[in-house]
């Protein structure tokens, strides 16, 4: 959807056709789950896995790579 691609760009990922996850408050994804850092489980269907988990991945290399730079540049 429309909102959905705006919404990405701000590190939101569609996990479920119910569902558009804030990736900053994953905590973990492993076998079809997500935990999020307020302690609520969501299911993650087979067909989205691999691209969730993949984003996911992206978006935690990304933010490592920011918080490196910003100590670095202390």
Avoid: C
Avoid at 48 to 53: C, E, G, P, Q, T
């Amino acid at each position: 959807s429309e909102l959905e691609a705006e919404l990405e760009a701000y590190g939101f990922v569609r996990v479920h056709l119910s569902f558009l996850v804030n990736m900053q408050y994953i905590e973990k994804i492993s076998s079809y789950v997500l935990w999020l850092s307020n302690g609520k489980e969501i299911s993650v269907p087979k067909s989205r896995y691999a691209d969730v988990k993949k984003k996911y991945a992206a978006y935690k290399e990304e933010t490592e790579a920011e918080k490196k730079v910003e100590e670095e540049s202390k």
